[in-house]
């Protein structure tokens, strides 16, 4: 099967790639700079590269010609954004979703998989909702707004005849994630994380990027064009996500439940500091409005119609703690262990002379390579 994958660089990206490349399927993607290292990973993973931009529709047709499946995962996720990541996260999600749908659509891919999120519906309330649950029209965050209008676009192209199946991952975590969920993990284990917190009830069905991949390669092969799929991890309260941290060591295991709005308070000049040191501003006014309701969804369907499977809490945050730490391990400095890197190296089994150096392992990540086997 020939993939047209866009978004391929990102931290789902390269999951999917794993997964897609491990069935053997020709994939395509679509990277901004071939030079960069995760476009070079890309091409080690036995990629094709097509230099393009979701915001320049100029030849996106063209690119994905001949495809079989057109998987859309390019977007911009930040909480804390500034009012140039705005525009940047306006530009890529909405518009670029827009260019690369109507793209497929004049290229006449047969299939298409859009990646949105369980934010297109909004909070879930206090119980388990499905794909069918409405947004209720207020955004929290210039994410979920772009999200929200981006969903809809890619809803009026399918009313346009584009045969679409839709995506609907909700938190994604993982080793090595780019979300506030890893920049806080990450603290955690480090021991800097501080012991107040917020929103102990609130409840996630946080997903485990590793087991949505998979779930959107299913969707790639077999889901029914003009179907909407959720994927999502068992629900957590937040209380319970700092439960399972607390079994690993790392930083303070007692938390000051702190109501939301002294969290805004003391985030947001903390804001500012955090993008002086070249960090996102994962601690802030935007994470705590997120992080304050409920997005408890079902995954019912895709379990049911795909075959999909997810991993309990307990294992998933075991093996998320274990890789994460190993990679942290790997790195010199505080900054350079609490940060995202641009390519997560612990998926590279057997590096030798024809492994791009960004995919490399190093010792310890290679230790905890061989308990995940």
Known sequence: ??????????????ALVRQLRGRGWS?????????????????????RLVRGDVTRPDGLAQAMAGADVLIHNAGVYELGSDRALRVRMQAANVQGTDHVLAAAHSAGVPRSVYVSTVWALGPSGTGQADES???????????????VEAHQVALRWRERGLPLAIAMPNAVIGANDHSVWGYFLRLYLLG??????????????LVD??????????????????????????????????DHWGRHPGGWKRRLWMPAWFMRLQFMSMEPLQRMLGLPAFMSRETVDASSVHLNYSAAKAQ??????????????????????????????????????????????QPGP?????A????RAEQALGRRR
């Open 304 to 349: 049911r119609e795909l075959g999909w499977q997810h991993p309990g809490a307990a294992a998933m945050w075991d093996r998320v703690i274990t890789e994460e730490r190993a990679l942290m391990q790997d790195r010199h400095g505080f900054l350079a262990k609490l940060r995202h890197q641009a390519v997560a190296s612990l998926e590279a089994s």
């Open 192 to 205: 800097w994380l501080p012991p107040m917190a917020w929103a102990r009830r609130s409840v996630y069905g």
């Open 209 to 242: 990027v590793e087991a949505l991949a998979s779930g959107i390669a299913l969707m790639a092969e077999r889901a029914p064009m003009g179907e909407d799929y959720l994927f999502c991890g068992p629900p957590q309260s937040v209380g319970a996500v700092f």
């Open 360 to 363: 490399r392992v190093g010792p």
């Open 1 to 14: 099967m020939n993939i047209f994958l866009t978004g391929a660089t990102g931290y789902i990206g390269q």
């Open 27 to 47: 994939v395509t993607t679509l990277v901004r700079e071939p030079s960069g290292a995760a476009a070079q990973w890309l091409t080690g993973m036995g990629c």
């Open 133 to 147: 649950h409405p947004h209720d029209g207020r955004y929290r965050t210039p994410y979920e707004r772009s999200k």
């Open 354 to 358: 024809s492994t791009p150096p960004a």
